[in-house]
Nanobody, 118 residues
Framework: QVQLVESGGGLVQSGGSLRLSCAASGSSVNIFTIDAMGWYRQAPGKEREFIAVITSSGLTNYADSVKGRFTISRDNAKLTMYLQMNSLKPEDTAVYYC?????????WGQGTQVTVSS
């Protein structure tokens, strides 16, 4: 089993910053079994959308909407992934979900709310 615990969401003004964390744990998860870690978000009335991903080799990819503002990173020793969000905009308001792929199986966090006020 794999457990994902997210933290770091909250309310911030436009132009501000937040850092999200996602800690993975469980008997089947370690740096060798994690294929990739990523972030998605879902705004009210919209479908869940891809934000960023970091592979086991450290390669990263971002959605165009956050490129240059968000940075994904991971601490392999802590099995924790981060999303540094800068220059936040009201349209970034959403529930942010952590996604981890362990041996080709997708696992999701419970979600953390990010609200950006104008």
């Amino acid at each position: 089993q794999v457990q994902l615990v997210e933290s770091g969401g909250g309310l911030v003004q436009s132009g501000g910053s937040l850092r999200l964390s996602c800690a993975a744990s469980g008997s089947s998860v370690n740096i060798f079994t994690i294929d990739a870690m990523g972030w998605y978000r879902q705004a009210p009335g919209k479908e869940r959308e891809f934000i960023a991903v970091i592979t086991s080799s450290g390669l990263t990819n971002y959605a165009d909407s956050v490129k240059g503002r968000f940075t994904i990173s991971r601490d392999n020793a802590k099995l924790t992934m981060y999303l540094q969000m800068n220059s936040l905009k009201p349209e970034d308001t959403a529930v942010y979900y952590c996604n981890v792929i362990v041996r080709k199986v997708n696992y999701w966090g419970q979600g953390t709310q990010v609200t950006v006020s104008s």
